[in-house]
């Protein structure tokens, strides 16, 4: 140990031990000699003598400094020194291959921060791989992500083996009215099992207990870390009494910073009971559920179990259960969604453009490579091995590698908050996203490939042609001009791949913003109001809340309409109820409709446009006979060509025989209520005030949480929520607003994925465009300068400069055209991962493979031209004198 | 060109093989007669062993910075009898230990090694 530490440290330490070896063995010699002289020899032949006893005093020396230092690793650094010396004189190689490095690693590196922050870093839930959330699969509407009814999951809790825990939470917007101003915040009932599925223990204090679930019991809540701190300070607070709609809850826990169940938003949690009414309601979709899979079991397994509940259930209860199944979806997909598979094609496309990068230095380093050849064979010629020279070739590209990559992670770190400012507020991590000690060993791996991939074909090249040496330079040449050619048909391949997907996404987000979403998002801003059930009960009081509030709010200074829904466009909330056309057959199974619970005004302030009959008015109240207005999609799927206008369809989501029936008053146009790129659904409107004719609390709970919309008549709308706040308070001094947003920023965030991709497409395509480019015009001025005497010869015979100019056009142009070729088929075979992205464009769109590869010959006959040119300008006289 | 190669490894198993007495044959001099220079410690070995151990005197070298590597010596710049500047080794207390372990295992494989082959004479 002692030895290997002591040599280690002497690596690359020549010292005065090495000056005390010469004396020391000139001593030796001396005294050796001297005692050859005693013995009668004369003293040249003493001296002679002397060395032959020692054993050469040269080899000695050599034995002496392999003992003292560790071989392999003085060799590395000498050939670091060497490496540093070359790469330092021929600056303009170091320069465009560390920058082409970095460039590519940082891009890499941001990249596998946001990717580990969102695919990797494990959820902060214990064994967060046993976590499922369910769904209710409305199977005849093919909408797999339903709310759950509280009957079907306890049947399926009561009923399944494989699963270890389950629980339903059902999200709630109320008002916390106690230890400050009124605030809106975002209560998760949560019923028996939430502990053991989540498997979280509170920061302070204690989760529920059972007895605490049952209806009836003292009413207690956790509350989450970031309202501790903010409402409360962070101070003691177990046994402290919230108000929730004026209710008094015991606060009985703090659940930790990173617990977020099942949003980020969630502020509080409390009990929910389940009472014999819920085990038989099988039709009020309200609840979220979570289950937690059985140790050893995979969620596959318990997919397949509760499936085959579900189809238990349909059985059973065929009235309630007959179209519906489950949809089971590992926790971590469910909650990044569609993030995934943009993350995966961006990753895979940085990969790309990092094979592109590694492939064009790789090309450098050859033609540099056999510009040496000349050194080369000097060193092989004074007897260094040729696995010695490939392993100094090797180091100094892991020396170029190792340079690109230090920068590059430099760039990405600078360029954090940028990948901070870029990411949406949706956009759920829950770890920073951020350079750390796993993306550093990230990019350092990278660097290591990255060195090896474009060092190893140029270092064995180099080292094969410095054996066949000087004497068939130009052979060699030839084959270093064809392993050129190959390398710039990888990267033209790889750049049309990279292109084609930006074209692809490109043409995909053109499409979609091109759509209309069905509504005017500029000038309009949304907030949410949630009215306490204690103070708006079953009288007109929440009638009289909106009445007096829309009063005030369409009499504002800058509001051109003022009106209200349950669910917004793009918020990601729908609800859907069956419906009836009165006097047509009953369908089976019935069709159904997103239905919308507005205010008057609502349509107006959307700008929604009236195709037919009227929008809501004042005069539409719960005395007045029931209305309702349909959209385009209802019209045509219920109606089909005839006059919808006078028609009755029945109202609040009744079937024959329990029906109420209301008349279409009017017909607005379709809403792309899921973002521009879903078609619209058939949509039915229903007054607010009107709605107490159907019984059951779920409508009258959601009248109690509107979405207010207004539209300014000019200017940022955000400037009008002041105004309405100081309105709401006018009218209910202790009533929040929460959740203000613009329509404009709801549609942009819509479009965010699409964006952000075709944005990231276009900065790869375009920069493995460039480092192809660089790549063909690299190849054919080496080509030129490679067959200078060639080209020399032939326009000495009298060929045309342009035939000449010809030849190297068409010589340089194969490379290229076999990559557009092969890249071509690359991207049709790639299609199908990026089909995910694409809207209204095939992922083997002719038109835009075409217009690539176009584009990309183009690009090439342009990089190429330069030295053709060069090329027909030779000077027959002066090149043919050089040798 | 492959007898050469032959004759090549041959001569390393054989200082392979060298090595490790020649370190026993180092420390057990310095333990004798004390601090001494590396042309000293060559001429001892000589003197003692005769006729029998050929020593390439250029291996002592390595073979003192080894040992001075593990511990077991230690060495610094002397003057010589006839007043030359020369680098004096000596042991440790370490080199101490282990001469007397070394010793010792020597002792024992050698006589085992005398037993076997006076048996099957």
């Given at each position: 140990m002692r030895e290997w530490f002591m040599r280690v440290l002497s690596v690359g330490r020549r010292g005065a031990r090495d000056a005390d070896l010469d004396e020391e063995l000139r001593f030796h010699v001396d005294e050796l000699t001297r005692q050859f002289e005693r013995q009668g020899l004369a003293h040249d032949r003493a001296s002679a003598a002397a060395v032959r006893e020692l054993g050469g005093v040269d080899h000695t020396k050599q034995a002496w400094r392999d003992q003292?230092?560790?071989?392999?690793?003085?060799?590395?650094?000498?050939?670091?020194?060497?490496?540093?010396?070359?790469?330092?004189?021929?600056?303009?190689?170091?320069?465009?291959?560390?920058?082409?490095?970095?460039?590519?690693?940082?891009?890499?590196?941001?990249?596998?921060?946001?990717?580990?922050?969102?695919?990797?870093?494990?959820?902060?839930?214990?064994?967060?791989?046993?976590?499922?959330?369910?769904?209710?699969?409305?199977?005849?509407?093919?909408?797999?992500?339903?709310?759950?009814?509280?009957?079907?999951?306890?049947?399926?809790?009561?009923?399944?083996?494989?699963?270890a825990a389950m629980t339903a939470i059902d999200q709630r917007q109320q008002n916390?009215?106690?230890?400050?101003?009124?605030?809106?915040?975002?209560?998760?009932?949560?019923?028996?099992?939430?502990?053991?599925?989540?498997?979280?223990?509170?920061?302070?204090?204690?989760?529920?207990?059972?007895?605490?679930?049952?209806?009836?019991?003292?009413?207690?809540?956790?509350?989450?870390?970031?309202l501790w701190t903010t409402r409360y300070g962070g101070g003691a607070i177990e046994g402290r009494t919230l108000r929730l709609d004026e209710v008094p809850y015991t606060i009985v826990g703090v659940m930790p910073a990173s617990f977020m169940f099942p949003t980020p938003q969630q502020e509080i949690w409390v009990p929910l009971p389940m009472t014999a009414a819920d085990r038989e309601n099988r039709t009020g979709h309200t609840l979220m559920a979570v289950a937690r899979v059985r140790d050893h079991l995979t969620i596959d397994a318990a997919r397949r179990e509760l499936q085959g509940i579900a189809e238990l259930l349909r059985r059973e209860f065929p009235a309630s259960n007959r179209e519906w199944g489950i949809t089971v979806t590992p926790a971590r997909d469910a909650m990044i969604g569609q993030t995934t598979s943009v993350l995966t094609v961006?990753?895979?496309?940085?990969?790309?453009?990092?094979?592109?990068?590694?492939?064009?230095?790789?090309?450098?380093?050859?033609?540099?490579?056999?510009?040496?050849?000349?050194?080369?064979?000097?060193?092989?010629?004074?007897?260094?091995?040729?696995?010695?020279?490939?392993?100094?070739?090797?180091?100094?590209?892991?020396?170029?590698?190792?340079?690109?990559?230090?920068?590059?992670?430099?760039?990405?770190?600078?360029?954090?908050?940028?990948?901070?400012?870029?990411?949406?507020?949706?956009?759920?991590?829950?770890?920073?996203?951020?350079?750390?000690?796993?993306?550093?060993?990230?990019?350092?791996?990278?660097?290591?490939?990255?060195?090896?991939?474009f060092g190893t074909a140029p270092a064995i090249a180099a080292s094969r042609a410095n054996i066949a040496a000087t004497a068939s330079e130009r052979a060699s040449g030839r084959r270093t001009s064809r392993l050129r050619q190959a390398l710039v048909a990888l990267e033209v391949a790889l750049a049309v791949v990279l292109v084609a997907g930006a074209a692809l996404v490109g043409r995909t987000l053109r499409h979609i913003t091109a759509i209309d979403p069905g509504f005017q998002p500029e000038s309009v801003v949304a907030m949410t109001v949630s009215l306490p059930p204690t103070r708006y009960g079953a009288d007109r009081s929440v009638d009289q809340f909106y009445r007096a509030l829309f009063e005030r709010l369409r009499a504002l200074p800058g509001v051109r309409a003022a009106g209200a829904v349950q669910a917004l466009p793009l918020s990601g909330n729908t609800s859907v109820r069956p419906y009836h056309v009165q006097g047509t057959p009953p369908a089976d199974p019935p069709a159904v409709a997103h239905y919308r619970i507005v205010i008057p005004g609502y349509v107006e302030a959307m700008a929604i446009p009236l195709r037919a009959g009227r929008t809501f008015t004042d005069g539409d109240t719960a005395a007045a006979p029931l209305v309702v207005m349909i959209n385009e999609t209802l019209r045509r799927?219920?109606?089909g060509q005839a006059n919808p206008i006078g028609s009755r369809i029945s109202f609040g989501g009744g079937l024959p025989p329990n029906v109420t029936y209301a008349e279409v008053v009017g017909v607005v146009g379709d809403v792309r209520h899921f973002g521009p790129a879903v078609p619209p659904p058939a949509e039915m409107y229903w007054p607010a005030e009107q709605i107490d004719a159907i019984p059951g609390e779920t409508l009258r709970r959601m009248r109690r949480n509107l979405t207010l919309v207004a539209s300014a008549q000019s200017g940022d709308p955000l400037a009008l929520v002041g105004s309405i706040r100081d309105a709401v308070r006018s009218v209910d001094a202790s009533q929040p607003i929460a959740n203000v947003r613009t329509l404009t920023s709801l549609l942009s965030a819509s479009l965010w994925l699409s964006r952000a991709a075709a944005w990231l497409l276009s900065v790869f395509g375009g920069a493995a465009l460039v480092l192809a480019s660089l790549g063909i015009f690299g190849a054919a001025s080496y080509a030129v300068a490679q067959r200078r005497r060639e080209l020399a010869v032939r326009l000495a015979l009298g060929a045309e400069p342009r035939a000449v100019a010809r030849l190297v056009l068409a010589g340089a142009l194969t490379g290229a055209l076999a990559g557009i070729a092969a890249g071509i088929a690359l991207a049709a075979a790639l299609g199908r991962s990026v089909s995910s992205l694409l809207v209204g464009v095939a992922p083997s769109d002719p038109a835009t493979l075409v217009g690539v590869s176009a584009a990309v010959a183009v690009v090439a006959a342009i990089a190429t031209w330069v030295p053709a040119r060069r090329a027909a300008r030779i000077d027959p006289m002066q090149a043919l004198r050089i040798d | 060109m492959w007898y050469m190669l032959n004759t090549d490894m041959s001569a390393t198993e054989k200082t392979d093989i060298l090595r490790g007495t020649l370190d026993l044959l180092v420390m057990k001099t310095l333990d004798v007669l004390g601090p001494l220079h590396g042309y000293g410690i060559a001429q001892r070995i000589q003197q003692v062993s005769g006729a029998m151990l050929s020593l390439n005197q250029g291996t002592l070298y390595p073979a003192l910075l080894r040992l001075e590597q593990r511990g077991w010596i230690q060495s610094r710049i002397g003057t010589s009898d006839?007043?030359?500047?020369?680098?004096?080794?000596?042991?440790?207390?370490?080199?101490?230990?282990?001469?007397?372990?070394?010793?010792?295992?020597?002792?024992?494989?050698?006589?085992?090694?005398?037993?076997i082959l006076k048996a099957t004479e």
């Open positions: 003292r230092t560790w071989l392999p690793l003085e060799e590395l650094l000498q050939d670091m020194r060497y490496g540093v010396r070359l790469l330092r004189r021929s600056k303009g190689l170091t320069v465009a291959a560390t920058l082409m490095l970095a460039a590519t690693v940082a891009a890499t590196t941001a990249l596998f921060t946001v990717v580990d922050a969102v695919l990797l870093a494990p959820l902060p839930y214990a064994h967060a791989e046993q976590l499922a959330v369910l769904f209710e699969d409305y199977l005849t509407q093919h909408a797999p992500n339903v709310s759950v009814t509280p009957g079907n999951f306890l049947e399926w809790r009561s009923r399944a083996r494989t699963i916390l009215t106690s230890d400050g101003d009124p605030l809106q915040v975002n209560v998760g009932a949560v019923t028996r099992g939430f502990a053991a599925t989540v498997g979280t223990q509170p920061v302070t204090g204690r989760l529920f207990t059972d007895p605490e679930f049952e209806p009836g019991s003292e009413r207690v809540a956790l509350i989450s870390h970031a961006m990753m895979g496309a940085v990969a790309l453009l990092l094979v592109v990068a590694c492939a064009n230095v790789a090309g450098l380093l050859l033609t540099h490579g056999v510009g040496r050849s000349r050194e080369l064979a000097v060193r092989t010629a004074l007897g260094a091995s040729r696995l010695r020279i490939v392993r100094q070739l090797l180091t100094e590209s892991l020396l170029l590698s190792g340079a690109g990559a230090s920068m590059g992670v430099a760039g990405a770190w600078l360029a954090q908050p940028l990948l901070d400012a870029l990411r949406p507020q949706g956009f759920l991590t829950w770890k920073p996203v951020a350079i750390d000690v796993r993306a550093l060993v990230f990019s350092a791996a990278t660097a290591l490939a990255c060195g090896v991939l799927q219920a109606w | 006839n007043n030359r500047r020369a680098r004096f080794y000596a042991l440790t207390a370490a080199g101490r230990r282990q001469l007397r372990q070394e010793t010792e295992d020597w002792v024992r494989v050698s006589g085992v090694i005398n037993r």
